[in-house]
């Protein structure tokens, strides 16, 4: 035991945390040549694509260091806002991480937050000064910038680059001498952590965890303890690059265990393993429970694939426990599911997933946050409101509440009055401004969530050149005045169009809203209104006029196998949309509130 070490790498998103680990495991031989690609850790092609981290993973390095054998166990975590519970899972498993700061956009919002996190859970903190070989490094002022926020010796920042692999060797001796190695008692009952768990098709589920305290062998009756289900160890084992199943896992090591498990449900992440004859009387704690931010509805193209959707979901949630959503039904596109995501991030991907892992069509509707409305009847008991048609009749409604959150920008100091000018039309209220050096400012906000589902961070990447990064903690919930603003279309609402908005901003948005719609439906052969109402008042209006495009008017040859051709592909081109009346609606007008800016 005194020869492990667990620690996690912690960073602003994009400083290198996933190639910095690729370099790990070259140094340490954990990977061979033929297994070498970048980003190893991230195993989902859609992480590799987009060069995010969107779950955790862990992996056992084996390392010699002044003559002794160690065993490293590292976690990788993604570093995006939506994904900070993962982040959170982790740093619990862990004595200490590697805090990354990119050498040449110094200390962030997500640094910081994240910075926070492993303090509050006591973790030794190794920082280093990542991508050291950019020319436009600034190794002095960064290393500087570091000092003052750990409260450091500037020799304890490891300079680094995962690019050419320098210093490498200094972090993992670092790993090594700073990281003090796991406590536990071997003999006490079993007690380890959850941290994450994988759904494989073959074996059911596969729950990672760390031992605290005891052992867990294969074959053992054990027990989870939240969700109180017993089960066999049917395998227990280390994480390689593969799984390496063994007798045992001893304390402090961290772990893989298969049980047969086949729905995500029943493995809690935060969850305590311990032996069902002999209970541990610890659990683990420290860990945030997993809240959904924003909601949308998401519906298939072809009402015929409902239940096949509702597979999929199934399917998706079983590796991704975040993921939530019941059955809702749309007057304008049927029976879907109302889903509950991390945040904007996390809504794309589960999107994407569908698309590529399951071959769905899909529509998602506009994103929306989790209102309370009250009603004068009950006024004292909210009535939670996740989607904006089941908004009570306004008549009747007393108030409404919204979620606020505090968020923290960090930027240069050029662009304070731009970000503030956005914050401000963002309905945002300045809490506080440091100046963390003369030329980077970090600015306090309070905000209405909403305003960041709707186009805030391409906006703020625009206002400050992308000199701007961002975080957000929830702070709770606030009377606001809000209506619903809903679209008619052909004189008949759709309901999958209705968004919640401040009352200030209805007529604006109403008359943007119907432009925009206007752009994105395509003309069909009658005129079709376009209208957008609150409650009984229409506030703007516009009409998509008549036209009849005959896709094969251009066949006059006649040759049939080309008509045909066209057919299909103006049928494919249709694949995204969805009739409703009489009007066909492609996806992005559901999304069109989120893109008036455009
Ligand atoms: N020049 C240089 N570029 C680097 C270095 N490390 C990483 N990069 C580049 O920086 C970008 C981000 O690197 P990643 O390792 O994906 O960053 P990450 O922090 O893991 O990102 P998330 O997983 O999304 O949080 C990639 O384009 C890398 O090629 C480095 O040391 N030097």
Redesign the pocket.
Known sequence: MKNIRNFCII????????????RLLDFTGSVTDREKQ??LL?TMDL?RE????IKSHAIQMDYEYNGEKYILNLI?T???VDFSYEVSRSIAACEGALL?V?AAQSIQAQTISNLYLALENDLEIIPIL?????PSANPEEVTDDIVDLLGCKPEEVIH?????GFGVDKILEAVIERIPAPKGDPNAPLQALIFDSVYNTFRGIETYFRVFNGEIKKGQKIKFVATDKEYYADEVGTLKLTQVAKQSVKTGDVGYLITGIKTAKEVKVGDTITDFAKPTTNIVEGFEDVKPMVFAGIYPVDTEDYEELRNSMEKLQLNDASLVFQPESSAALGFGFRCGFLGMLHMEIIQERLEREFDMTVITTVPNVSYHAYTNKTPDEAFIVNNPSDLPDPSTVNRVEEPYIKATIITKADFVGNVMSLCIEKRGIIINQTYLTTERVELTFEMPLAEIVFDFYDRLKTVSKGYASFDYSPIGMKTSKLVRLDILLNAQPVDALSALIHADNAQHIGKKMCEKLKELIPRQQFDIPIQAAVGAKIISRETIKALRKDVTAKCYGGDISRKRKLLEKQKKGKKRMRQVGNVEIPQQAFMAVLKLND
């Not at 960073?11 to 690729?22: C, P, V, W």
């Not at 987009?50 to 981290?53: F, K, L, P, V």
């Open positions: 960073a602003h998103i994009d400083h290198g945390k996933s190639t910095l680990a690729d970048d980003q991230d992480e987009r060069g995010i981290t990788d993604p570093g995006h990354i990119d990542n991508k050291v070989d950019l680094a680059s995962g690019k050419t």
